[in-house]
């Protein structure tokens, strides 16, 4: 059974939700694979910058985007460290604001951002322009301090108008061409039409969810990844 117009619509354009939901008991930690790589190499410092999809909403914290996007990680020999960033409801605005506040109060300079915003826009009302416009000025910052950046893209609903639709879903490839980024053109591909794995609010994903996107996702992470610098003679 899929997902109805309403519960798409609210799937894609997300919850402006800034309040925080009552946390679940944490799930039991996955036990290691037996096909799980050794961890090797220097630490890679992933800073994960976003709204209520990394924050974790309704989730435990071991059970959000990131801790889950780190786990998969080193299960691949990275040594990832995965710092969350996301503050559920924000939108690109209140993104922008916070973005070099974050960056200046990270330990290390992050090896790459995934950057995830734009679906609280569509409830808050902002257009496409300045959808852009925010993201640009993110993607600015990053590049002036010479951070690289996955950006994950968006969809709006169709019941936005066509007009209003394509110019929403091309902005996203657009910035990344623009700016020499990696891009996920959809980050909710793998779950927004599986109603099993959507909370009960038709919104944000279940733990599973996360797991199923974390899996979507966790190759093109890695490959986003810069080439680590070969050590001095």
């Known amino acids: 059974m899929r997902l109805s117009r309403l519960s798409i619509v609210a799937v894609l354009a997300l919850a402006a939700c800034g309040g ?5 008991e944490p799930a039991p930690a996955a036990e290691q694979t ?9 630490q890679r410092h992933i800073l994960a910058f976003g709204d209520s999809l990394f924050a974790g909403y309704n989730v435990a914290k071991e059970e959000s985007y990131p ?7 080193r299960a691949q020999g990275i ?5 969350n960033a996301g503050v559920s409801g924000d939108t690109t605005a209140a993104g922008l604001q916070r973005l070099a506040f974050t960056l200046d109060s990270q330990e290390e300079t992050p090896d790459l951002v995934i950057l995830e915003l734009g679906g609280n826009d569509l409830l808050r009302g902002l257009s496409p322009e300045e959808t852009k416009a925010n993201l640009a000025s993110m993607l600015d910052i990053l590049k002036q301090r010479g951070i690289p950046v996955l950006l994950m893209g968006m ?8 007009e209003f639709q394509q110019a929403f879903d091309a902005l996203y490839p657009a910035l990344a061409a623009e700016y020499g980024v990696e891009l996920v053109p959809f980050f909710l591909e793998a779950v927004y039409d599986q109603p099993q794995l959507i909370q009960p609010d038709r919104i944000h994903p279940t733990a599973e969810g996360i797991e199923t996107l974390v899996q979507a996702t966790a190759g093109e992470v890695a490959e986003a990844l810069p080439e ?6």
């Open 79 to 83: 040594d990832a460290q995965v710092a």
């Open 155 to 162: 969809r709006a609903p169709p019941n936005y108008g066509p």
């Open 34 to 42: 037996a096909d799980a790589v050794p961890v090797t190499g220097p």
């Open 228 to 233: 680590e610098e070969a050590p001095e003679d």
């Open 67 to 73: 801790a889950r996007l780190e786990a998969a990680l």
């Open 20 to 24: 925080e939901a009552p946390q679940r």
